[in-house]
């Protein structure tokens, strides 16, 4: 795994991801049950243009989405409290064979019992969808894809993730690697890769 120095959010943070698949936008190449997208094509357009424009997509933000970022600070420190963990934050990090494929963790953790590092995933939504995680009990579908893109990267054994809302208990899980999941999200990977790298190549020509 490649690390960034740039910090997320910045201009030049932003500018890294341009063209890039990323660990928040997998989704949009494979399914929770690790099926491909109906959305894939879509996103794989939105690549291209962002290679040959050399611009990024613009990022829809509403109220929530901007409420999540101002909490995200305090829900690492909940769990840096809690576990006594110490988290790295990082930029943009890139596969080591899958360059054009990178994620933007929440944190790195070193794991002092195992020897090895994973990663949290924090999400801080609204009070209702933190009621229908906690009844739920288990990962959202809609970041199975986000998870295991981010230990298919990082090479790590599992990831944690985390809802959070201030005023009601967190949820967290241990999610595993699923082998079986990653195989299918590289092989996408690979396709889409594929088809940006020929299209932009072939959409940039004037003849």
Known sequence: MQISDHEQGTTEWLA?????????????LITSTGKKST???????????ERITG??????VNAHMERGTELEDE????????????????????HDEFPDVGISP??????NKTGKFYGIEIKCPAAKT?????????????????????????????WDFM??????KPFLIRVMRDDEFIGEMAALCAEAIES????????RSKK
């Open 75 to 94: 829900a690492r420190e909940y769990y840096r409290f809690i576990y006594d963990a110490d988290i790295q934050e990082v930029g943009l990090c890139t």
């Open 16 to 28: 890294s991801r341009i063209g890039k698949i990323t660990g928040s936008g997998m989704s949009k």
């Open 106 to 111: 929440d944190g790195l953790i070193w794991d």
């Open 55 to 60: 611009e990024q997509t613009p990022m829809y």
């Open 130 to 158: 933190q009621v229908e995680v906690l009844r739920r009990n288990r990962l959202p579908s809609q970041y199975v894809a986000q998870v295991q893109a981010c230990i298919w990267v990082s090479g790590a054994d599992y």
């Open 163 to 168: 809802s959070w809302h201030p005023q009601m």
């Open 39 to 49: 959305s894939a094509e879509s996103y794989i357009n939105q690549l291209i243009a």
């Open 196 to 203: 940006i790298t020929f299209n932009v190549e072939k959409l």
